[in-house]
């Protein structure tokens, strides 16, 4: 579900006023351009109040709904720390109460013109800019049937256990030759599967990675569904740009991460990232500078706390990703690990 379609949905159907409701608020009163309410267990009749701008800008003056943060707050916020739910519960549980399927594609609603022009805009992107827009969707359960339940030791020398494959469920497509990873949203529902090309040497027309279920990469954490908790618990989260450093970080014990699956980042995983409330931690390659993790980082709102792991001692080889090694990513973290933020 993206976030601002479902504000834009929200204030056009008039929804605050039923949302409130549902959460429990009481002496609910419609002003000009603003609800007032009290909170669910309260007296004070003006504690909350949620204004009817495109942010849903929601500040609650009895209770701490930061989570501790010096970030805004908007209803989605509310609702989190009403129900005591995390945000993409609470997103769930909005489309619920408004009666929208959470991975509604808002486009099929917009008239065929509007369509056209959004077409030929996306087919005047470059490459090199991640189209943000393309709904994610669940796929069938019974998709990860057709390829061989199978660890593999080619992860397992790149220092991924067996026991870690088996949780992410890794698998072998015999079709395509290629170790098959399930990509799952933060609600746990599979939306995509990726295949790494099972070779050591690529060749020069061959892809390591492709998606053999296809889906918007820039939509997805990868491991969220299972780093959720971890990431709240010790209110930090390692940002990795693939699926691989997540499973190895897994390995390694750190079970508080995310692969955003590439070197860019999108505005749906900076909000994403954003709603964690934890102190993001960038794990790029070598090959992307401290000028690009600061260009990054400046696309984060105030208040979002940032750090970047930077090679500056050469501890790592030239095609070597900060997590491959156990012993180098805890020297990483203790010796070149900046705020960019």
């Not at 267990?41 to 849903?56: F, P, R, S």
């Not at 707050?73 to 399927?101: G, Q």
């Not at 072998?172 to 799952?184: F, G, V």
Request: hydrophobic share 35%.
């Amino acid at each position: 579900m993206d976030i601002e379609n479902l504000k834009e949905y929200i204030l056009e159907n008039n929804y605050i006023e039923t949302i409130l409701g549902e959460l429990g608020c009481h002496c609910i009163k419609h002003k000009d351009g603003y609800y007032q309410a009290a909170n669910p267990d309260g007296d004070n009749q003006t504690a909350i109040t949620v204004y009817e701008n495109t942010y849903l800008t929601t500040f609650n003056y009895t209770r701490d709904i930061t989570k501790g943060r010096n970030i805004s707050t908007d209803l989605i916020s509310l609702v989190e720390f009403v129900r005591d739910s995390s945000f993409y519960e609470a997103m769930k549980w909005i489309c619920d109460v408004v009666d929208i399927d959470y991975y509604h594609d808002f486009e099929e609603d917009l008239p065929e013109s509007l369509k056209i022009t959004k077409l030929i805009l996306e087919m005047q992107q470059t490459d090199n800019i991640q189209v943000d827009d393309k709904p994610l969707k669940p796929i069938p359960e019974t998709i990860l049937t057709y390829y061989k339940n199978y660890v593999n030791d080619f992860f397992y020398n790149d220092n991924i256990d067996y026991e870690i494959q088996q949780e992410f469920e890794i698998g072998y497509d015999e079709e395509s030759n290629r170790i098959t990873i399930p990509i799952r949203d933060e609600l746990g529902n599979l939306v995509g599967v990726k295949g790494r090309l099972f070779e050591e040497k690529i060749g020069e027309n061959e892809e390591k990675y492709l998606y053999i279920e296809p889906c918007n990469r820039s939509k997805i954490l990868f491991g969220l569904h299972k780093t959720y908790q971890y990431i709240i618990q010790s209110r930090v989260v390692y940002v990795g740009e693939s699926e691989k450093s997540v499973l190895q970080m897994y390995s390694m014990g750190y079970f508080n991460a995310v692969g955003i699956g590439g070197k860019r980042i999108s505005k749906c995983q900076i909000d994403k990232l954003t709603r964690l409330c934890s102190d993001i931690i960038f794990l790029f390659d070598k090959d992307v500078t401290q000028e690009e993790l600061q260009t990054i980082a400046n696309r984060f709102i105030d208040g979002v706390v940032i750090y970047a792991v930077i090679d500056t001692l050469g501890i790592l080889d030239d095609k070597e990703s900060p997590t491959d090694n156990s012993e180098k990513f805890k020297t990483l973290i203790d010796k070149c690990m900046i705020r960019i933020k």
